[in-house]
């Protein structure tokens, strides 16, 4: 089964801080791994995926993840929070075959200025 | 070009009556996913359609869930009798083919609540 937990349904930062949100996956067979973000009002935009090539990866708006295997781990990074990035982001696992995204519950980033 | 869009942006409607949420994918897109945003929920996947394969309906919460997609393209989420559970936000989404490693371009959703 494939499943993941976001822990921390808000996380607060402040501006020019490093951003961590953190995402632990399960799943029986190689993952595809992806952050989205969504911000007021809107649908969800892709930051960033991985599918099995370099285990770090970079994404859009600074955000970077790193896969770690042994970790089960995928959290998401940015080294300096700027206001625009409040929002809500969603850590996401797929495989191959499957037909739907499996998604975490979410967290609410705050930038404090 | 033109993303996913979803109409209508939000929806009002009294316990019992039926509602009809449409999606409109990116063209040329094969894949189209429903998925329900419930407050504290996440993303509950609710059906996928392929091209012209049977729809994979395993996420539907109850029977009185249907979906259509007619032409490959346009589809239609229809909740009969609808009931206060069922109030939340309705995702569209759409792939090139839907396979799992594809990004899902999303719409701006539907906000359902059922009174």
């Known amino acids: 089964a494939q499943s993941v937990t976001q822990l921390g349904s808000h996380v607060s930062v402040s501006e020019g801080a490093l951003v961590l949100l953190r995402c632990n996956y399960s799943?029986?067979?190689?993952?595809?791994l992806f952050w989205y973000v969504q911000y007021p009002n809107q649908g969800l935009q892709l930051l960033l995926k991985y599918t099995s090539a370099a285990t770090l990866v970079k994404g859009i708006n600074g955000f970077e993840a790193e896969f770690k295997k042994s970790e089960t781990s995928f959290h998401l990074t940015k080294p300096s929070a700027h206001m625009s990035d409040a929002a809500e982001y969603f850590c996401a696992v797929s495989y191959t075959g499957a037909n739907n995204l499996f998604f975490g519950t979410g967290t609410r980033l705050t930038v404090i200025p | 070009g033109a993303g996913v869009s979803q109409s209508p942006s939000n929806k009002v409607t009294e316990k019992g009556k039926d509602v009809e949420l449409r999606c409109d994918p990116i063209s040329g897109h094969t894949a189209l996913y429903w998925y329900r945003q419930s407050l504290g929920q996440g993303l509950e996947f609710l059906i996928y359609?392929?091209?012209?394969?049977?729809?994979?309906k395993s996420g539907l919460p109850s029977d009185r869930f249907s979906a259509e997609r007619t032409g490959g393209s346009v589809s239609t989420l229809t909740i009969q009798r609808t009931q206060q559970e069922d109030s939340a936000v309705y995702l569209c989404a759409s792939s090139l083919g839907g396979q799992g490693a594809e990004e899902q371009y999303f719409g701006p959703g539907t906000r359902l609540t059922v009174t």
């Open positions: 359609f392929q091209g012209n394969s049977a729809p994979d």
């Open positions: 799943s029986s067979v190689p993952p595809y």
